[in-house]
């Protein structure tokens, strides 16, 4: 993934379709939302058991809605590195892409 933006606390990354949202939450925590095709994609995942997948790999991982009431995940930051590599293999793996039913990110949202 390559590093798209950066504000403050907060980075975009890209590849391809998919993007990451990336926020330090200031105590040790880091909040990631993921969008493909700029749909969220985070409620896919957790049908698909990625919250298992990471605790196999001992990754702390949280449903969080603290950005603009979206699903996202709450991890350590140290596992920050870690986690997303995985969201890559993961959706690579199984091939996901996000129902239309789910929440749709505008540009303007997701670099806000």
């Known amino acids: 993934m390559f590093e798209e933006r950066q504000q403050?606390?907060?980075?975009?990354?890209?590849?391809?379709?998919l993007k990451l949202r990336q926020q330090d939450l200031g105590d040790g925590r880091?909040?990631?939302?993921?969008?493909?095709?700029?749909?969220?994609?985070?409620f896919t995942m957790i049908i698909y058991d990625f919250i298992d997948w990471c605790l196999e790999m001992?990754?702390?991982?949280?449903?969080?809605?603290?950005?603009n009431k979206h699903r996202g995940f709450?991890?350590?930051?140290k596992d920050l590195?870690?986690?997303?590599?995985?969201?890559?293999?993961?959706?690579?793996i199984y091939n996901?892409?996000?129902?239309?039913?789910?929440?749709?990110?505008?540009?303007d949202e997701w670099y806000s």
């Open 58 to 67: 001992d990754i702390n991982l949280e449903v969080d809605t603290s950005w």
């Open 30 to 42: 880091i909040g990631i939302w993921v969008s493909i095709l700029n749909l969220n994609a985070s």
């Open 8 to 17: 403050q606390h907060t980075k975009w990354f890209i590849d391809g379709n």
């Open 74 to 77: 709450v991890i350590e930051s």
């Open 96 to 107: 996901l892409t996000p129902s239309e039913d789910e929440d749709k990110f505008s540009d």
């Open 81 to 92: 590195v870690l986690l997303s590599s995985e969201i890559k293999r993961f959706i690579d």
